[in-house]
């Protein structure tokens, strides 16, 4: 079946300017994560949705950062001013019912702000 | 403060003999962990998982050993090929009574296995 599909694979944006990034899980996974990688670094964690909710978004950095999950399914990750730093390899993981499960990842949205 | 560490950068095998990539960590609250593989420009691929109530975990090539007195953990990969070149997260997650499954990172160990 379908594994975890993020979009755009890259986005290129000007300090400033607002972002959108797209998750889609896989089908019937109630949990859905974001995380973010630098270089060298391995991925860390930014929010956790249950269904519609975030069950834990102490990841998030600032409150530039902001999630959505309205509909259970699809999660959108929205980066308001975006800053230089903000620029890295963002994540998105699902897993069938949250708890200590496997997650699968997604290939990735590359965000490069100029 | 990293709670989950892979002291080794990267680790250079030959084909056929065994890689053994370690990871480290300092929280006892961690129940559950695992390894993945991530090749460059991709996500990370889940490969092998052990609950904090077990010592050991095989699937095919890949192994997985838990000491919790020790609080490490080991992926043994036997025997290696050069398909296995990729970076090597080891993550856990952390039971807080069921109410956050975020994953912890380690920084992650280059393998490279030689022809």
């Known amino acids: 079946g379908a594994g975890v599909s993020q979009t755009p694979s890259n986005k290129v944006t000007e300090k400033g300017k607002y972002v959108e990034l797209r998750c889609d899980p896989i089908?019937?996974?109630?949990?859905l994560y974001w995380y973010r990688q630098s270089l060298g670094q391995g991925p860390e964690f930014l929010i956790y949705?249950?269904?519609?909710?975030?069950?834990?978004d102490s990841g998030l950095p600032n409150d530039r950062f902001f999630a959505v999950r309205p509909e259970g399914s699809v999660s959108t990750l929205k980066i308001q001013r975006t800053e230089r730093g903000d620029s890295a390899m963002y994540l998105c993981a699902s897993s069938l019912n949250g708890g200590s499960e496997t997650q699968y990842f997604g290939p990735g949205t590359r965000l490069l702000v100029l | 403060d990293q709670q989950v560490k892979q002291n080794s950068p990267s680790l250079s095998v030959q084909e056929g003999r065994i890689s053994i990539l370690n990871c480290d960590y300092t929280n006892s609250m961690f129940d559950y962990f695992l390894w993945y593989k991530k090749y460059p420009a991709e996500g990370p691929t889940f490969l092998i998982s052990i609950s904090s109530i077990k010592d050991k975990n095989e699937d095919g090539r890949f192994t997985v050993f838990l000491n919790k007195s020790a609080k490490h953990l080991s992926l043994h990969i036997v025997p290696s090929q050069p398909g296995d070149s990729a970076v090597y997260f080891c993550a856990a997650s952390p039971n807080y009574g069921g109410a956050t499954n975020k994953l912890i990172f380690g920084t992650g160990t280059l393998l490279a296995v030689q022809p």
């Open positions: 949705f249950q269904g519609t909710g975030a069950a834990d």
């Open positions: 089908s019937g996974h109630t949990a």
